[in-house]
């Protein structure tokens, strides 16, 4: 047996700025001894804890994953590294290890000494090579959900290359590794899955969470995005199948704002599923009953928050995809005593306000004039509606007046102060319509004086029309053109994921509103012209939000996330969209500079943690640098 022991922290000078850019998980030292006898020359910081954070026991035989300098592999070489104290990693390690394995673009001399002659082919390649053999291979594949598979397998076999290619082209590759792709793929989770990534915590095991997660074997675990599958998107309850939803959220974490992939994990809260579809498919990999709600459900997601405080202490909890039942409540009961936060309530509204802001500046009005019209009132709206009387009460504004500016229209119709039966969170914004002139013919019912959008439309006379309702379509002709009739720059935002359930395209908003709509959408949609004139639809996607807040709580390892957080992101992101942009249509900056773009925002977002006193670190006398310091670099 293999018995190791804590030893002393040993001191060390500060790192430079590669070696903090390509940083892995931090290990705690440990001494070795095999069956007494002393073997540290080959298992000298292995990096892996027992429960008590004292020992752990090894059979004999078992292969234990190298620390994070073993994990830290040079910009020259290995044998660079080794000089330099670096653990040795074994054959296997370095070619089956996504974070160790460089494939072909091993050099000639890491090949001699770590006895890999003959296990790759001869040439030596560089990563460019390696990444036009990749876009070679990518581009063969017939569907946007086998580009998916087999970037899904590149990341699982050399995960330095993954993000390197993403960073190439992010705009071309972002569609793919999350929305829309990672809807179908979602829908397809359990027929597609060949190596499962993250963690999986079913309820059955309530009781045993904290000793699940210590099983993941990096134990400076920063970021969790964790779902329970029920609202995946707009695709409704897709039980443990949204583990892409995690997996890609924090694919793009790195990618779009450099946070080192070691520090994140994907989790899926498995509760069950009430898809019939899933439940008598025989490939659904997930538990196979009805979802648990209730106490037994949310004292099953205490038990987790509690168990990640605990065996992760430094980490933040990205609450994803739950439904609006859940979603608020689970906010409010977890946001004063963790780090954690809900990025389609925050994020949503932090990359909504960014896009009324840029708004604003192309059509040359102010934010206290904007009357906004939501179709959908869940968490996102209501989200949305919450941080611009934030924003707006900031400047001045009265809070009463600040919420009479939103307005909002369900599935039961436009929502007023007589509708019963609204939950808490909505109440504030059910105003009272008896002064509203609704057109004649307004289609209403006993719950709702107007159940039509367009009526609403006609009668509220918004300047911005918000969708987050999923609602496929729902911003018909009828709606644009009045939005149209109502402000010579209608403001129109469709944010429902994936396109497929987008409220409306990009060519209807323009070609009903004759050009004049201010555009952006949850999704990408393509460039088009109208009677002369470019037209770039804005993606007013959560991404660029939630990286850049990560990479902040990364860079100050802040032990709050707070709406102010969010509402600086906003302003900071709406700051970094130039005339240019805002010409050609644009009113959040190109998605191709989303990496500096991010990094600017995670920069203000630092400096406000520290003046804001949420920081767990000394404050660094050049912010912007550590942030920098920080990023995680792909290249080899």
């Given at each position: 047996?293999?018995?190791?022991?804590?030893?002393?922290?040993?001191?060390r000078?500060?790192?430079?700025?590669r070696?903090?850019v390509d940083?892995h998980?931090?290990?705690?030292?440990?001494?070795?001894?095999?069956?007494?006898?002393?073997a540290?020359h080959?298992?000298r910081?292995?990096?892996v804890?027992?429960?008590d954070?004292?020992?752990?026991?090894?059979?004999?035989?078992?292969?234990v994953?190298?620390?994070?300098?073993a994990m830290?592999?040079?910009?020259?070489?290995?044998?660079d590294s080794?000089?330099?104290?670096?653990?040795?990693?074994?054959?296997?390690?370095?070619?089956f290890?996504?974070?160790?394995?460089?494939?072909?673009?091993?050099?000639?001399?890491?090949r001699?000494?770590f006895?890999?002659l003959?296990?790759?082919p001869?040439?030596v390649e560089?990563?460019?090579?390696?990444?036009?053999r990749?876009?070679?291979?990518?581009?063969?594949?017939p569907?946007?959900?086998?580009r998916?598979?087999?970037?899904s397998?590149?990341?699982?076999?050399?995960?330095?290359?993954?993000y390197?290619?993403?960073?190439?082209?992010?705009q071309?590759?972002m569609?793919i590794v999350?929305t829309?792709t990672?809807?179908?793929?979602?829908?397809?989770?359990?027929?597609?899955?060949?190596r499962?990534?993250g963690?999986?915590?079913?309820?059955?095991?309530?009781?045993?969470v904290?000793?699940?997660?210590?099983?993941?074997?990096v134990?400076?675990?920063?970021?969790?995005?964790?779902?329970?599958?029920e609202?995946?998107?707009?695709?409704?309850?897709?039980?443990?199948?949204?583990?892409?939803?995690?997996?890609?959220?924090?694919?793009?974490?790195?990618?779009?704002?450099g946070?080192?992939p070691?520090?994140?994990?994907?989790?899926?809260?498995?509760?069950?599923?009430?898809?019939?579809?899933?439940?008598?498919?025989?490939?659904?990999?997930?538990?196979?009953?009805r979802?648990?709600?209730?106490?037994d459900y949310l004292?099953?997601?205490?038990?987790?928050?509690?168990?990640?405080?605990?065996?992760?202490?430094?980490?933040?909890?990205q609450f994803?995809?739950?439904?609006?039942a859940?979603?608020?409540?689970?906010?409010?009961?977890?946001?004063?005593?963790?780090?954690?936060?809900n990025d389609?309530?925050?994020?949503?509204?932090?990359?909504?306000?960014?896009g009324?802001?840029?708004?604003?500046?192309?059509?040359?009005?102010?934010m206290p004039d904007q009357?906004?019209?939501?179709?959908?009132?869940g968490s996102?709206?209501?989200g949305?509606?919450d941080?611009?009387?934030?924003?707006l009460?900031?400047e001045?504004?009265?809070?009463m007046?600040?919420r009479?500016?939103?307005w909002?229209?369900?599935s039961r119709?436009l929502?007023?102060?007589?509708?019963?039966?609204?939950?808490?969170?909505l109440?504030?914004?059910a105003?009272?319509?008896?002064r509203l002139?609704?057109?004649?013919?307004?289609?209403?019912?006993?719950?709702?004086p107007?159940?039509?959008?367009?009526?609403?439309?006609?009668?509220?006379?918004p300047?911005?029309?918000?969708?987050v309702?999923t609602?496929?379509?729902?911003?018909?002709?009828?709606?644009v053109?009045?939005?149209?009739?109502?402000?010579?720059?209608?403001i129109i935002f469709?944010?429902?994921n994936?396109?497929?359930?987008?409220e409306?395209?990009?060519e209807?908003?323009?070609?009903?509103?004759?050009?004049?709509?201010?555009?952006?959408?949850?999704?990408p949609?393509?460039p088009?012209?109208?009677?002369?004139?470019?037209?770039?639809?804005?993606?007013?996607?959560?991404?660029?939000?939630?990286?850049?807040i990560?990479?902040?709580?990364?860079?100050?390892?802040?032990?709050?996330?707070?709406d102010?957080?969010?509402l600086?992101?906003a302003?900071?992101?709406?700051?970094?969209?130039?005339?240019?942009?805002?010409s050609?249509g644009?009113i959040?900056?190109?998605?191709s500079?989303?990496?500096?773009?991010?990094?600017?925002?995670?920069?203000?977002?630092a400096?406000?943690?520290?003046?804001?006193?949420?920081?767990?670190?000394?404050?660094?006398?050049d912010i912007?640098?550590h942030?920098?310091?920080?990023v995680?670099?792909?290249?080899?």
């Amino acid at each position: 047996m293999i018995t190791c022991e804590r030893m002393p922290r040993r001191s060390r000078p500060a790192p430079d700025i590669r070696t903090a850019v390509d940083n892995h998980a931090r290990r705690l030292p440990l001494s070795v001894a095999v069956d007494g006898s002393d073997a540290s020359h080959a298992w000298r910081s292995v990096g892996v804890v027992g429960p008590d954070s004292r020992h752990i026991t090894i059979p004999r035989g078992v292969s234990v994953r190298p620390s994070r300098r073993a994990m830290r592999l040079a910009s020259t070489t290995l044998a660079d590294s080794l000089a330099r104290g670096m653990d040795r990693p074994t054959r296997f390690q370095l070619l089956f290890d996504n974070r160790l394995n460089k494939g072909t673009a091993f050099t000639e001399a890491e090949r001699d000494e770590f006895g890999l002659l003959g296990l790759l082919p001869d040439a030596v390649e560089s990563e460019a090579t390696q990444m036009a053999r990749i876009r070679l291979q990518y581009a063969q594949q017939p569907s946007d959900l086998m580009r998916y598979q087999y970037l899904s397998a590149l990341q699982d076999r050399n995960e330095r290359l993954f993000y390197a290619l993403l960073r190439s082209d992010i705009q071309s590759y972002m569609p793919i590794v999350y929305t829309p792709t990672v809807g179908e793929a979602c829908q397809q989770f359990g027929h597609i899955m060949r190596r499962p990534k993250g963690m999986y915590i079913s309820i059955r095991h309530r009781g045993r969470v904290r000793e699940i997660l210590r099983n993941w074997l990096v134990r400076d675990i920063r970021f969790i995005v964790v779902t329970d599958g029920e609202r995946i998107l707009g695709l409704g309850d897709q039980g443990t199948c949204g583990m892409g939803i995690p997996v890609g959220k924090l694919a793009l974490y790195t990618a779009c704002a450099g946070v080192p992939p070691q520090a994140t994990l994907p989790v899926v809260l498995d509760v069950g599923t009430n898809n019939e579809a899933f439940l008598a498919d025989p490939l659904y990999p997930g538990l196979r009953a009805r979802r648990t709600a209730g106490e037994d459900y949310l004292s099953f997601v205490d038990e987790f928050v509690d168990a990640v405080q605990e065996v992760f202490p430094g980490c933040c909890i990205q609450f994803e995809d739950f439904t609006n039942a859940i979603a608020i409540p689970l906010l409010a009961r977890h946001r004063d005593r963790v780090c954690c936060f809900n990025d389609d309530i925050q994020g949503t509204a932090a990359v909504a306000l960014a896009g009324l802001f840029g708004a604003c500046r192309m059509a040359g009005t102010r934010m206290p004039d904007q009357r906004i019209l939501f179709m959908g009132a869940g968490s996102a709206a209501v989200g949305i509606a919450d941080l611009l009387v934030t924003h707006l009460v900031r400047e001045g504004m009265d809070a009463m007046d600040a919420r009479s500016r939103c307005w909002f229209v369900n599935s039961r119709g436009l929502v007023t102060s007589r509708m019963p039966g609204l939950p808490d969170y909505l109440a504030p914004f059910a105003h009272d319509a008896s002064r509203l002139a609704f057109p004649s013919g307004t289609p209403a019912s006993a719950q709702s004086p107007c159940t039509s959008l367009a009526h609403a439309v006609e009668a509220i006379r918004p300047t911005a029309l918000i969708g987050v309702s999923t609602v496929a379509g729902a911003f018909d002709q009828r709606v644009v053109e009045a939005m149209a009739r109502a402000n010579a720059r209608p403001i129109i935002f469709p944010l429902s994921n994936p396109t497929s359930k987008s409220e409306c395209t990009a060519e209807q908003a323009i070609r009903w509103s004759d050009g004049a709509a201010i555009f952006a959408a949850g999704s990408p949609f393509a460039p088009l012209h109208w009677k002369g004139r470019l037209h770039v639809p804005g993606q007013g996607n959560n991404v660029y939000i939630y990286p850049a807040i990560g990479m902040a709580v990364y860079a100050t390892r802040a032990h709050r996330v707070t709406d102010a957080m969010f509402l600086r992101a906003a302003e900071a992101l709406a700051q970094q969209t130039t005339e240019h942009d805002l010409s050609v249509g644009l009113i959040y900056p190109p998605v191709s500079e989303i990496l500096q773009t991010s990094i600017a925002v995670a920069i203000e977002v630092a400096t406000l943690v520290h003046d804001s006193g949420l920081a767990r670190v000394p404050r660094p006398a050049d912010i912007a640098a550590h942030v920098h310091s920080l990023v995680y670099d792909p290249t080899y």
